[in-house]
C-alpha cells in the first residue's frame, strides 16, 4: 500500500486547507486511513481517521469542530477539510493507513506516506 499526501501550503490564521491522500495497493474502503501531523520538536499527533467499511470517523480534540475527514471510493483518496486555521496547527501532516487495525487513529498504522508541510502564518 502507498500513500501519497498533497495539500499543504502557507495560508493565514483563520484560512482553510483542504489536504488529499491517494491510495494505491488497495481499495481505500479496505484500509483504516486517517491523518497525523508532526510540529517541529514535538512527538507525532493523531488528527482525524475513517474506518473500514462503513466509514466511521474519529477525531482528535485538536481537530473537533474545525477539521472533517472524508473520503471518495471512487477516487480511491482520502481528505482532510481544515477550516479556522490557527498557527499553532502548523506541522507536517501525514497520512497513514492500515487493513486490520481501527478507526481510532493509532499511531502504529503499517503504511506511511511522506508528509505535507502545512504552515499557518500571517
Known amino acids: 500500500v502507498q500513500l501519497q499526501a498533497s495539500g499543504g501550503g502557507l495560508v493565514q490564521p483563520g484560512g482553510s486547507l483542504r489536504l488529499s491522500c491517494a491510495v494505491s495497493?488497495?481499495?481505500?474502503?479496505?484500509?483504516?486511513i486517517g491523518w497525523f501531523r508532526q510540529a517541529p520538536g514535538k512527538e507525532r499527533e493523531r488528527v482525524a481517521c475513517?474506518?473500514?467499511?462503513?466509514?466511521?470517523?474519529w477525531y482528535e480534540d485538536l481537530a473537533k469542530g474545525r477539521f472533517s475527514v472524508s473520503r471518495d471510493i471512487a477516487e480511491n483518496a482520502v481528505y482532510l477539510q481544515m477550516d479556522n486555521l490557527e498557527p499553532e496547527d502548523t506541522a507536517v501532516y501525514y497520512c497513514?493507513?492500515?487493513?486490520?487495525?481501527?478507526?481510532?487513529?493509532?499511531?502504529?498504522?503499517?503504511?506511511w506516506g511522506k508528509g505535507t508541510l502545512v504552515t499557518v502564518s500571517s
Open positions: 495497493g488497495s481499495r481505500v474502503d479496505h484500509l483504516a
Open positions: 475513517i474506518g473500514v467499511n462503513d466509514g466511521r470517523s
Open positions: 497513514a493507513a492500515d487493513p486490520t487495525l481501527g478507526y481510532m487513529c493509532y499511531l502504529t498504522y503499517e503504511y
